[in-house]
Nanobody, 132 residues
Framework: QVHLVESGGGSVQAGGSLRLSCAAS????????LGWFRQVPGKAREGVGI????????DYADSMKGRFKVSRDNAKNEIYLQMDGLKLEDSAMYYC?????????????????????????WGQGTQVTVLS
């Protein structure tokens, strides 16, 4: 069964760090383009970063570069989002997504900013709240 499950959200003081995890089923994870997106109530969902689980490709939305880092662990079928220097405006629901539910879709030609519509499988999200 295909699935994506996010974890690691919570409340953190401004300036702090959080690491989100996304556990994928093996069939979803294999050779696939996965990504992190976020959404604030009342606003459009936006891209954070995408990563190819086969290696060699990572793309970030311009506004996320520097403070956010996407990584993967192929042994665990997981991707991560390390968030440092968190700001109040980073408070959002963070979602993990995969382009192809059954794997084997490249990130080539896709970007975190422009390709959200390509992602066909989504997790339930994990809430991040940054406190002042």
């Amino acid at each position: 069964q295909v699935h994506l499950v996010e974890s690691g959200g919570g409340s953190v003081q401004a300036g702090g760090s959080l690491r989100l995890s996304c556990a994928a089923s093996e069939s979803t994870y294999r050779g696939n383009c996965l990504g992190w997106f976020r959404q604030v109530p009342g606003k459009a969902r936006e891209g954070v970063g995408i990563i190819y689980t086969g290696g060699g490709y990572i793309d970030y939305a311009d506004s996320m570069k520097g403070r956010f880092k996407v990584s993967r662990d192929n042994a665990k079928n997981e991707i991560y989002l390390q968030m440092d220097g968190l700001k109040l405006e980073d408070s959002a629901m963070y979602y993990c997504a995969a382009v192809c539910p059954d794997g084997y879709c490249l990130c080539t030609g896709r970007t975190a900013t422009e390709s959200m519509g390509d992602f066909g499988l989504w997790g339930q999200g994990t809430q991040v709240t940054v406190l002042s």
